[in-house]
Nanobody, 123 residues
Framework: VQLQASGGGLVQSGGSLRLSCTAS????????LGWFRQAPGKEREFVAA????????YYADSVQGRFFVSKDNAKNTLYLQMNNLKPEDTAVYSC?????????????????WGQGTKVTVSS
């Protein structure tokens, strides 16, 4: 099982980035997926989740309206489009998968995790 996140980098406030997470070793389309982030000195927090049918999406209040989560089952890839980035979005972003139709916000429900990709937003 492997989840490989990419797409992080340094961007100015107001800019955009798209993160990708490529999965292998498990039935991608039969599991829900999520993005979490962890800033230095802070606890891991939920960012966005998408159900296995590619229908329901859920976002943290802090990113609602700015971030959009999607996936391509044919490519086994999860995406996070991040727009209007703010300095407080600076964190290491990780993708995760859960053996449920929709796992939502609790990181404890996710059993497969990828390594993180670092996002830095300068003011």
């Amino acid at each position: 099982v492997q989840l490989q996140a990419s797409g992080g980098g340094l961007v100015q406030s107001g800019g955009s980035l798209r993160l990708s997470c490529t999965a292998s070793g498990f039935p991608f389309s039969s599991r829900s997926l999520g993005w979490f982030r962890q800033a230095p000195g802070k606890e891991r927090e939920f960012v966005a989740a998408i159900d296995r049918s590619n229908g329901s999406r859920y976002y943290a209040d802090s990113v609602q309206g700015r971030f959009f989560v999607s996936k391509d089952n044919a490519k086994n890839t999860l995406y996070l489009q991040m727009n209007n980035l703010k300095p407080e979005d600076t964190a290491v972003y990780s993708c995760a998968s859960a053996p449920y139709a929709f796992a939502g916000t609790s990181y404890r429900l996710y059993d497969y995790w990828g390594q993180g990709t670092k996002v830095t937003v300068s003011s």
